[in-house]
């Protein structure tokens, strides 16, 4: 999915102007399954600074989880899950092709419970298009449509899209330290 990104901030004179406007540069549409696209659109680590620019931190080797203070801002559209039930689903290609393309958020996924994953985060996540099933650890699906919010605390969790049509989301993730 092609997605325009622009960047907005002060110039030496302190008025507001656009900084960038381009394509988000780091979009991965995956082969190991088709429609699977995830865009990392913006980054920050803690302690970030407002002013005449911004710090771009989405380089292929930053990683998609925010330390504590940090943030992540990215939009995933998700083929519906029969793409991963066809026959020729190679879970090995996936595996790998994810985790090179996502860094730190491929590390939070369980290998004996495909899809669930735990972040360090406090996360908004929106549903922008088609519908999405949330699945939590204890087995509760919950099925989100277009506009729905969820705000999750760290908590274990799947993304299950079981219609016939692509959902995309939008996902902000606050790092947070985790509660003793």
Same mark, same amino acid.
């Given at each position: ?39 990392? @659109? ?12 911004? !710090?771009?931190? !989405? ?16 939009? !995933? ?50 549903? @922008? ?12 699906? !919950? ?38």
């Amino acid at each position: 999915m092609q997605i325009r990104r622009v960047i907005t901030g002060n110039g030496p004179d302190g008025k507001s102007r656009v900084l960038a406007d381009g394509a988000a540069p780091r979009t991965t549409d995956f082969k190991s399954v088709p429609g699977f696209s995830p865009t990392l @659109l913006w980054s920050t680590n803690g302690g970030a600074k407002v002013g005449r620019s911004g !710090v771009d931190d !989405v380089t292929p080797t930053a990683t998609w989880t925010p330390g504590a203070g940090g943030t992540r801002l990215m939009i !995933v559209t998700f083929p519906p899950d029969a793409v991963m039930m066809r026959a020729d689903f190679d879970p090995a290609a996936f595996g790998a092709e994810f985790g090179g393309a996502m860094p730190g958020l491929a590390e939070t996924f369980e290998m004996d419970s495909p899809g669930m994953h735990t972040t360090d985060s406090i996360d908004y996540d929106v549903v @922008l298009d088609g519908e999405i099933t949330l699945e939590l650890d204890d087995g509760q699906e !919950v099925l989100l449509k277009r506009s729905d919010v969820v705000v999750q605390h760290g908590n274990r969790h799947a993304w299950r899209n079981k219609s016939h049509a692509p959902a995309v989301m939008l996902f902000v993730l606050v790092g947070a330290e985790r509660a003793a």
